[in-house]
């Protein structure tokens, strides 16, 4: 008998069948390959994504950092100072003031005296005050060059810029006594180099200090003692000072003078006979004594202030 030699040769039907299990089998491995391909790019993009989304949070925190800093850095504007109209009640003694070149500079320290320290500190001649300020003037009047309440003549101060502050040497005085006035209105302040150090020449330039309570200096008595500390540690309050920023409190509901608490006054007798004084509030508040508007104030959170503080109130 003849053997089939065709036995184990797969038929056509055989040879669909496996192409196609074979090519289901493939399709079995090859669909979840896919998959896995498709969510590796997926998860790549969505890497790439989540960290471009990162940078892009990055700049925009890095962003309003500096704009933070850079509003920080502004320091705190003085309004330019318009006296407001009067209807006649105000009181007759009211603060002595002058115009020029459009600024309003508020009468400071007076200085009486020895006659050649004070004319050491008269320096150039400016004008003639033209006596039309009282308080019944209207706001024109303070746009006047030199428009002022006091008589006399208006000069600059030796040492000093005087877009900051002149004097007015008066007739009215046997001596010929002189008002310091002064212009801090107008202008920005960011640390207390800017008042204290740029306009006041404090460091290294004072000679003494002196404290004095706020009963007696409310009460305008001239009590005036040493304070017990060392120039080291008056110097280290110096530097302090002057890196300290400048907070507006004009906006505040109470202002510091409306909080009933404690306070001390520091002056610097300076070497040419004038002083700067400072007000010094518990809080760690420092106002310059010499100014009236109340509206800036450096804040000094170092301890040293409060040795300062109680040296001072001993």
């Known amino acids: 008998m003849m053997k089939n030699k065709t036995k184990n040769r797969p038929t056509h039907f055989e040879s669909e069948v496996f192409h196609r299990r074979t090519k289901r089998e493939s399709d079995r491995f090859a669909i979840p390959l896919l998959i896995l391909c498709l969510g590796l790019i997926t998860l790549m993009g969505c890497s790439d994504i989540s960290e471009k989304k990162s940078e892009v949070e990055s700049s925009q925190v890095a962003a309003l950092e500096t704009e933070s800093k850079l509003e920080s850095e502004k320091g705190v504007y003085l309004e330019k100072m318009e006296l407001p109209e009067s209807n006649g009640d105000l009181s007759s003694d009211m603060i002595g003031v002058v115009v020029y070149q459009g600024a309003v500079y508020l009468q400071a320290e007076y200085l009486t005296g020895d006659n050649e320290v004070k004319q050491a500190l008269i320096g150039e001649y400016l004008g003639e005050t033209i006596d039309s300020i009282d308080e019944w ?13 006091m008589a006399g003549a208006v000069h600059t101060v030796n040492g000093y810029d005087s877009s900051f502050r002149i ?11 002189i008002w310091l006035y002064e212009n801090i209105n107008g202008i920005t302040l960011t640390t207390g180099e800017d008042l204290y150090g740029t306009r006041l020449h404090l460091k290294d330039n004072y000679q003494e200090v002196l404290g004095q309570s706020h009963d007696d200096w409310d009460n305008g008595r001239n009590n005036y003692k040493t304070i017990d500390l060392s120039e080291e540690t008056i110097a280290k309050f110096v530097d302090i000072l002057y890196t300290s ?11 510091l003078y409306e909080i009933h608490q404690e306070q001390a006054h520091l002056y610097f007798k300076m070497k040419d006979s004038t002083s700067v004084h400072l007000r010094l509030f518990e809080n760690g508040y420092v106002g310059y004594g010499n100014s009236p508007t109340g509206q800036a104030f450096v804040k000094i959170s170092n301890p040293m202030f409060s040795e300062i503080f109680q040296a001072v109130m001993a």
């Open 137 to 149: 003037s209207k706001q024109d009047k303070y746009s006047q060059e030199f428009a002022s309440n």
């Open 167 to 177: 004097c007015i040497q008066s007739p009215n005085t046997p001596d010929n006594d």
């Open 245 to 255: 920023a400048f907070e507006d409190l004009s906006q505040e509901p109470e202002s």
